[in-house]
């Protein structure tokens, strides 16, 4: 792979684990947004099938999937997560404090545009069935960003690994933000502190739990994909926009929603400023994968 294409994935890396970190943003979605969704659900695919070979001895079906993984397009993009995570961590939370409304007003101007990507797919195809299922999951995703958070300040090994397993299906299921989950359930600031001061032990558990999560449900998603790819996307949309009320620029600490009242100007600034940046990545490529066909 081309040095320049290298880049342009570490630097996609970097946007996802980005996400990651910022609850209320889905990975899952960023990765949707630059074109690397199904690559990463076929890797990972990929990857478990190919153990699964190894361990029954199948050498030769092990070597075809492994050889099927886009390495030169996942490695970068993995080595970027972990740079936006390590050091995003140590950023995102001053922000989230010191400007809360443009913070979120940013996000949700991404999202927004974002929301172009998933209904493409499924336009032509639209369905009572879709309708359903994006009115669904904008309910589900609405529901679940209204929860209260928890406390959680010293968690148990077990919680950690099963929390974590859980959270990382945000990278597989865009719309659903797997720190917003985190936060849910009291986990968000023990984890950010694990990462900002280097606590391993924390982390290998945290790993390890999310190993697992992202192993097992990558396999689930990409079934559903194959056999139900419209009715997934639909809900995948639904889920979008009910995650919306997370990135609403006037709310309290406990999730209240405010009306609008202070930084009016610049939060719409921002809303409209980066969903245009979304749409001008959206519009690049879709001319770039024209151009390839």
């Known amino acids: 792979m081309k040095p320049a294409a290298s880049l342009v994935n570490l630097v996609r890396g970097v946007l996802i684990g980005t996400a990651e970190v ?12 630059v074109g690397v969704y199904e690559v990463i659900i076929q890797g990972v695919a990929d990857f478990v099938y190919g153990l699964g ?11 075809v999937k492994f050889k099927a993984i886009r390495f030169g397009v996942l490695l970068p993009i993995l080595f970027g997560m972990v740079v936006a995570i390590f050091t995003v961590a140590a950023l995102i939370e001053p922000l989230l404090i010191e400007y809360p409304q443009i913070t979120r007003a940013t996000f949700a101007g991404l999202l927004l545009a974002s929301l172009a990507v998933p209904f493409g797919l499924v336009a032509k195809s639209l369905k009572p069935a879709h309708v359903f299922a994006i009115l669904a999951g904008a309910a589900l995703a609405f529901w679940l960003t209204s929860l209260p958070t928890a406390g959680l300040a ?16 945000a990278l597989v299921l865009p719309g659903v933000s797997g720190s917003f989950f985190l936060l849910a359930v009291g986990l968000y600031a023990p984890t950010i502190a694990a990462v900002n001061d280097r606590d391993f032990g924390y982390l290998a558990l945290f790993v390890f739990g999310a190993v697992i999560g992202l192993f097992s449900f990558a396999l689930f998603m990409r079934w559903l994909l194959l056999n139900y790819r419209s009715l997934i996307l639909s809900l995948m949309i639904g889920l979008m926009i009910g995650s919306l009320r997370a990135l609403w620029p006037w709310q309290t600490e406990s999730r209240e929603l405010l009306a609008p009242s202070d930084a009016m100007g610049p939060v719409v600034a921002a809303i409209v400023g980066f969903g245009v940046v979304a749409v001008i990545i959206l519009v690049e490529r879709s001319i770039s994968s024209r151009q390839k066909q």
């Not at 070979?53 to 070597?63: F, K, P, S, T, Y």
């Not at 919680?159 to 990382?168: E, P, R």
Request: hydrophobic share 55%; net charge positive; charged share 10%.
């Open 154 to 169: 010293n968690p148990a090994g077990w919680q950690i690994v099963l929390f974590a397993a859980i959270a990382i299906c």
């Open 53 to 63: 070979h190894v361990i029954r001895g199948n050498r030769l079906e092990a070597v």
């Open 22 to 33: 910022i609850p209320g943003v889905s990975g899952g979605t960023v990765a949707l947004i």
